[in-house]
């Protein structure tokens, strides 16, 4: 049912340019009406929404007060997503505009943990918009914002490594703790949950949750990477053995990273080439990291060949080049 509303929508969008004004004027009243009766709809039915308000601004055509209906009705989360999507594509008066920002800032606070991520994504397009166009009117603006994000990159190391610092130390905690049953009955250190907190949040990438992806797959190489090198020479001359019967902390962490890494693999195609190319770069520079890594690239070949076919002529021809290195 989706799949043929879908099909229905991409053969509108390119028409609604066609539709008479006053066809296009009643089909937006419709659709805020629908948004203040509190009313499901398509979700991409919000593109032609934004479409339709687009052409009507071009021609001049009285909008009447669609957008008050709209910005003044209580939104579902579902609709909160789609709207915000909508505005991140309509072209608004500054005055307009400015309500909009004012919406989408209070509509935070009504959603659910699930809805929040996806909601908070679309709305950066429309902030985006907002800070360019200050931009434009003072440039003072401008070179404070460029202090900020570069203060601001400086923050999101700090984030990481108290991540990976914390993961890892839980890990060694834990095991720690389960050497010790008495003290374990005593403490709430668990690594376990800590990794279902972790997966949860990989399997909600594929559900509207698109900026954690980046995040994850950096959290992970950091984890492999900081994990692997603790005990071991600064540089491999050989390449050890993974120990799969070994299960420290420190493996933990490793199957850790490598388990979301997979996982991101397998739900997003766009990072397979970057995940790939990390995994060639370790072994090139002789990394450290360079066994779980190897296990790593095995398994995404064994899981997933049809997604690895496309770069094994790359992966192939990396160990070509790599004397004493054996083929998974």
Same mark, same amino acid.
């Given at each position: 049912?989706?799949?043929? !509303?879908?099909?229905?929508?991409?053969?509108?969008?390119?028409?609604?340019?066609?539709?008479?004004?006053?066809?296009?004027?009643?089909?937006?009243?419709?659709?805020?009406?629908?948004?203040?009766?509190?009313?499901?709809?398509?979700?991409?039915?919000?593109?032609?929404?934004?479409?339709?308000?687009?052409?009507?601004?071009?021609?001049?055509?009285?909008?009447?007060?669609?957008?008050?209906?709209?910005?003044?009705?209580?939104?579902?989360?579902?609709?909160?997503?789609?709207?915000?999507? !909508?505005?991140?594509?309509?072209?608004?008066?500054?005055?307009?505009?400015?309500?909009?920002?004012?919406?989408?800032?209070?509509? %935070?606070?009504?959603?659910?943990?699930?809805?929040?991520?996806?909601?908070?994504?679309?709305?950066?397009?429309?902030?985006?918009?907002?800070?360019?166009?200050?931009?434009?009117?003072?440039?003072?603006?401008? &070179?404070?914002?460029?202090?900020?994000?570069?203060?601001?990159?400086? /923050?999101?190391?700090?984030?990481?490594?108290?991540?990976?610092?914390?993961?890892? +130390?839980?890990?060694?905690?834990?095991?720690?703790?389960?050497?010790?049953?008495?003290?374990?009955?005593?403490?709430?250190?668990?690594?376990?949950?800590?990794?279902? /907190?972790?997966? %949860?949040? !990989?399997?909600?990438?594929?559900?509207?949750?698109?900026?954690?992806?980046?995040?994850?797959?950096?959290?992970?190489?950091?984890?492999?990477?900081?994990?692997?090198?603790?005990?071991?020479? !600064?540089?491999?001359? &050989?390449?050890?053995?993974?120990?799969?019967?070994?299960?420290?902390?420190?493996?933990?962490?490793?199957?850790?990273?490598?388990?979301?890494?997979?996982?991101?693999?397998?739900?997003?195609?766009? /990072?397979?080439?970057?995940?790939?190319?990390?995994?060639? +770069?370790?072994?090139?520079?002789?990394?450290?990291? %360079?066994?779980?890594?190897?296990?790593?690239?095995? &398994?995404?070949?064994?899981?997933?060949?049809?997604?690895?076919?496309?770069?094994?002529?790359?992966?192939?021809?990396?160990?070509?080049?790599?004397?004493?290195?054996?083929?998974?």
């Amino acid at each position: 049912k989706n799949k043929a !509303a879908g099909n229905l929508i991409n053969l509108l969008l390119p028409e609604i340019e066609t539709f008479p004004a006053e066809i296009l004027g009643e089909l937006a009243l419709r659709m805020a009406q629908q948004v203040q009766d509190q009313q499901p709809l398509q979700p991409r039915m919000f593109e032609v929404f934004s479409k339709m308000w687009n052409v009507l601004t071009t021609l001049e055509h009285p909008v009447y007060d669609i957008l008050e209906r709209v910005i003044n009705a209580k939104w579902k989360d579902h609709t909160a997503i789609g709207l915000a999507s !909508a505005f991140n594509e309509m072209e608004l008066k500054p005055s307009d505009f400015d309500k909009v920002i004012r919406r989408l800032t209070a509509q %935070i606070k009504e959603l659910g943990i699930d809805e929040t991520p996806p909601y908070i994504y679309q709305m950066e397009g429309t902030v985006m918009l907002h800070v360019s166009f200050a931009i434009k009117q003072d440039q003072e603006l401008g &070179t404070e914002l460029l202090k900020y994000l570069k203060s601001e990159k400086s /923050v999101l190391s700090e984030i990481f490594d108290l991540l990976r610092n914390n993961i890892i +130390s839980i890990c060694k905690d834990s095991h720690k703790l389960r050497k010790c049953a008495w003290i374990a009955a005593y403490s709430d250190v668990n690594a376990d949950v800590i990794e279902r /907190v972790i997966k %949860i949040i !990989a399997e909600q990438s594929a559900q509207g949750w698109d900026q954690v992806i980046q995040p994850l797959i950096q959290l992970s190489m950091h984890l492999i990477d900081m994990a692997s090198s603790q005990g071991l020479p !600064a540089r491999a001359e &050989t390449i050890p053995k993974v120990n799969k019967q070994k299960q420290g902390p420190m493996e933990k962490v490793m199957s850790l990273g490598k388990s979301i890494l997979i996982r991101m693999f397998e739900l997003h195609d766009f /990072v397979r080439l970057e995940i790939l190319d990390q995994i060639t +770069s370790r072994i090139v520079t002789r990394s450290t990291s %360079i066994p779980p890594f190897l296990e790593l690239l095995e &398994t995404l070949i064994e899981q997933c060949p049809y997604a690895v076919e496309p770069y094994l002529a790359n992966v192939c021809r990396m160990y070509m080049h790599q004397n004493g290195y054996p083929i998974c």
